[in-house]
């Protein structure tokens, strides 16, 4: 669409900030990025999302949308003329809103334990929850090359963003997600393929590297 503005205020290491970069990426959109400082949010992000105070915002023709989820759905239907990315039956798409939802409510509430863990209790808690939680996703996939079975789409645009924070999860919990679920993360390694994911995932020793900085500022090691 001619004159189109696209404005996405993000944080680097979000992987919820990801899915909306892969999103755009998918359907060849021009945008520009907003890099926030998260301790000291910007003045736009405050405006463009008063409720929540959070990344990622689409704003959208000065039109602000917020929830990655929502706003990954937002493009698919303003732009629904190019690489759909939920699936056109109405089951398949319940579904695919399902599998988006468990990852929302379960893995990043999980793996915050292993990330800002007080304990070794607490580490162990959240390693087995987290291993859990990818063994069920990991059932879902099954053989298939992607969650969308030949196409990339709405549940793997869902989950690759926490690829990049792979590494510091098993570093800091001593375990490997790729002896527990090797399926997973074949399917993992193979979403970087598209340039959509790899130009908007992060290195994942940055990631690392600020988790670790954000722990000792924090008085945790």
């Known amino acids: 669409m001619a004159g189109e503005e696209l404005i996405l205020l993000n944080f680097w290491p979000s992987m919820f900030g990801a899915r909306v970069r892969i999103a755009l990426a998918e359907k060849g959109l ?13 003045p736009l992000l405050l405006k463009m999302n008063p ?20 706003i990954v759905e937002y493009i698919d239907e303003v732009w629904s003329d190019r690489a759909p990315l939920l ?12 599998w988006a939802d468990f990852i929302d409510k379960k893995v990043y509430a999980t793996a915050s334990k292993i990330i800002w863990h007080k304990s070794k209790e607490e580490v ?46 098993e570093t800091c919990a001593d375990f490997s997600i790729e002896a527990e ?12 393929e598209r340039e959509s994911v790899s130009k908007s995932l992060d290195d994942p020793n940055k990631v690392y590297d600020l988790v670790m900085s954000f722990r000792q500022k924090f008085g945790l090691d």
């Open 124 to 169: 162990e808690e959240g390693k087995k929850e987290l291993m859990e939680i990818l063994k069920q996703l990991e059932g879902v996939l099954g053989e298939k090359p992607y969650f969308g079975e030949d196409v990339f789409g709405f549940v793997d645009i869902a989950l690759i963003g926490f690829y990049m924070w792979f590494h510091t999860y």
């Open 87 to 98: 699936p056109s039956h109405p089951y398949a798409r319940a579904q695919a809103r399902f």
């Open 30 to 42: 021009n945008y520009e990025e907003k890099e926030e400082d998260l301790p000291s949010k910007s």
């Open 181 to 192: 679920c090797p399926k997973l993360m074949e399917w993992a390694k193979r979403c970087p």
């Open 51 to 70: 409720v929540h105070k959070k990344i990622p915002v689409l704003i959208h023709n000065g039109k602000p949308v917020c929830e990655s989820l929502i």
